[in-house]
């Protein structure tokens, strides 16, 4: 494991654990934040099960009964959303990331709990469109544990294909979006677009939906583009001002960015730019389809843990902690805003 | 054909737009990406192209504009002209 993928993981657990100390109630400490991360996985955070022989088994486990409760209380409370979306390329540069780079890079973070987002679709549609927009959404399902289902009612995705352009919210960004809104645009797709586009197009949105932004807006391949040939390209093509392409095109995302691997640009996430505005001459090439680094980041972000796996995983982090269900506590769930 | 007053404002749903003849007539003010208020109260603003060409009609006479919509990233963009005839 290369040394980013092991500061990936080190974050994704400290996500877990801000999760589940809101869960469990009890208090969450920092105090391994002073400590370089590499020693977090010797798992010494006070509120983690005591005398857990290895880092990974210092998960507490509730009852069976209760984990489903806890996983709805969880995504209820999710405190780990209510922070600017941040530097997870920190991550790629294999800096020590500090508390606040951690918690930054889960603003619009769906968590860590495995989950399923409602889908709907605004225009309406044939089924076999709906059907395979949804199949094409559901691709990152093969590593990541979110995954999409249609609804007839008001879905918390909803597609419009009757606006300009292809765009999403990003992340949980959606949940706040009025309900009789798109949350996500695909212009124009009808069971004739070719199969490459609905590649292309429909899991790129998807990504954004997972909270996913552009990853050519990294720094190392904005710093191939030359700004001034850029800006005269996009006001030949699209009419845009300087302030737009920069918006677009020429800002870094070092504050708000993307997969925590070196910059990728075959990442689906990635568009392709014409090689006239670049330095080189060089296009960057954009990615077509989610790619091998891209399946193994959203697999990382988001966890799947198969029903197959699961018993396996119990095993090696000890039995759940039994107690009579009398004892049990309610907890308010409130409604996912 | 469009037909408009002097100072009304035009607003396509297009990732570009420019104004292709009769400059000092209708003017191109932008191409804008929208927000919503979202309702915890911050703006938010899909990822993705802007999406709103806003154009203006500066004083009479004709122009003809050129509208943009599609992928800006992949080349083969859908354009659109409008004649436009803006009286006072
Ligand atoms: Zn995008």
């Given at each position: 494991m290369c040394d980013s993928d092991q500061k990936l993981r080190q974050a994704l657990t400290k996500i877990a654990e801000v999760a589940r100390a809101a869960v469990d109630g009890g208090p969450y400490t920092d105090e391994d934040d002073s400590k370089p991360h590499g020693e977090t996985t010797r798992g010494s955070h006070t509120h983690a099960h005591a005398g857990g022989k290895n880092a990974h088994c210092s998960i507490k486990q509730l009852p069976d009964r209760l984990v489903e409760k806890a996983a709805r209380t969880a995504r209820s409370i999710?405190?780990?959303?209510?922070?600017g979306f941040g530097p997870i390329s920190a991550v790629a540069r294999g800096l020590v990331l500090d508390p606040a780079a951690i918690s930054v890079l889960v603003s619009k973070y769906w968590g860590p709990q495995q989950r399923q987002l409602t889908v709907s679709f605004l225009d309406g549609g044939p089924s076999d469109l709906r059907r395979r927009i949804i199949q094409h959404m559901n691709a990152w399902n093969q590593t990541a544990g979110i995954s999409f289902v249609e609804t007839r009612?008001?879905?918390k995705v909803r597609i419009s294909r009757n606006q300009a352009g292809y765009w999403s919210y990003l992340g949980t960004d959606?949940?706040?979006?009025?309900?009789?809104?798109?949350?996500?645009n695909l212009q124009g797709f009808t069971m004739n677009t070719s199969e490459s586009e609905f590649h292309r197009v429909v899991r790129h949105e998807a990504g954004h939906t997972l909270g996913f932004p552009h990853e050519h807006m990294r720094e190392e391949l904005v710093a191939r583009i030359d700004p001034e040939k850029a800006y005269d390209f996009f006001l030949r093509?699209?009419?845009?001002?300087r302030q737009m392409v920069d918006q677009q095109?020429?800002?870094?995302?070092?504050?708000?960015?993307?997969?925590?691997?070196?910059?990728?640009?075959?990442?689906?996430m990635c568009y392709q730019l014409p090689g006239s505005i670049t330095k080189s001459g060089?296009?960057?090439?954009?990615?077509?389809d989610i790619n091998a680094t891209d399946y193994a980041f959203a697999g990382r972000i988001y966890p799947k843990v198969s029903a197959e796996r699961a018993p396996s995983i119990q095993v090696e982090m000890g039995t759940a902690d039994e107690w009579s269900p009398s004892e049990d506590v309610e907890v308010d769930e409130e409604p996912v805003q | 054909m469009l037909h408009v007053r002097v100072g009304d404002m035009l607003m396509f749903g297009a990732t570009g737009g420019r104004v292709l003849e009769g400059g000092t007539t209708v003017e191109l003010m932008g191409v804008f990406s929208p927000g919503v208020v979202s309702d915890d109260g911050r703006v938010l603003s899909p990822a993705g192209p802007p999406t709103s060409a806003l154009f203006r009609a500066l004083q009479s006479g004709q122009a003809r504009i050129e509208l943009i919509r599609g992928d800006p990233w992949q080349g083969t963009p859908e354009r659109r002209e409008i004649a436009i005839i803006v009286t006072a």
């Amino acid at each position: 494991m290369c040394d980013s993928d092991q500061k990936l993981r080190q974050a994704l657990t400290k996500i877990a654990e801000v999760a589940r100390a809101a869960v469990d109630g009890g208090p969450y400490t920092d105090e391994d934040d002073s400590k370089p991360h590499g020693e977090t996985t010797r798992g010494s955070h006070t509120h983690a099960h005591a005398g857990g022989k290895n880092a990974h088994c210092s998960i507490k486990q509730l009852p069976d009964r209760l984990v489903e409760k806890a996983a709805r209380t969880a995504r209820s409370i999710n405190p780990v959303n209510g922070v600017g979306f941040g530097p997870i390329s920190a991550v790629a540069r294999g800096l020590v990331l500090d508390p606040a780079a951690i918690s930054v890079l889960v603003s619009k973070y769906w968590g860590p709990q495995q989950r399923q987002l409602t889908v709907s679709f605004l225009d309406g549609g044939p089924s076999d469109l709906r059907r395979r927009i949804i199949q094409h959404m559901n691709a990152w399902n093969q590593t990541a544990g979110i995954s999409f289902v249609e609804t007839r009612g008001v879905g918390k995705v909803r597609i419009s294909r009757n606006q300009a352009g292809y765009w999403s919210y990003l992340g949980t960004d959606i949940l706040h979006i009025p309900n009789n809104r798109p949350t996500l645009n695909l212009q124009g797709f009808t069971m004739n677009t070719s199969e490459s586009e609905f590649h292309r197009v429909v899991r790129h949105e998807a990504g954004h939906t997972l909270g996913f932004p552009h990853e050519h807006m990294r720094e190392e391949l904005v710093a191939r583009i030359d700004p001034e040939k850029a800006y005269d390209f996009f006001l030949r093509t699209q009419g845009w001002s300087r302030q737009m392409v920069d918006q677009q095109v020429l800002t870094p995302l070092s504050q708000d960015s993307i997969m925590g691997t070196p910059s990728d640009e075959d990442s689906i996430m990635c568009y392709q730019l014409p090689g006239s505005i670049t330095k080189s001459g060089e296009p960057i090439r954009g990615g077509i389809d989610i790619n091998a680094t891209d399946y193994a980041f959203a697999g990382r972000i988001y966890p799947k843990v198969s029903a197959e796996r699961a018993p396996s995983i119990q095993v090696e982090m000890g039995t759940a902690d039994e107690w009579s269900p009398s004892e049990d506590v309610e907890v308010d769930e409130e409604p996912v805003q | 054909m469009l037909h408009v007053r002097v100072g009304d404002m035009l607003m396509f749903g297009a990732t570009g737009g420019r104004v292709l003849e009769g400059g000092t007539t209708v003017e191109l003010m932008g191409v804008f990406s929208p927000g919503v208020v979202s309702d915890d109260g911050r703006v938010l603003s899909p990822a993705g192209p802007p999406t709103s060409a806003l154009f203006r009609a500066l004083q009479s006479g004709q122009a003809r504009i050129e509208l943009i919509r599609g992928d800006p990233w992949q080349g083969t963009p859908e354009r659109r002209e409008i004649a436009i005839i803006v009286t006072a």
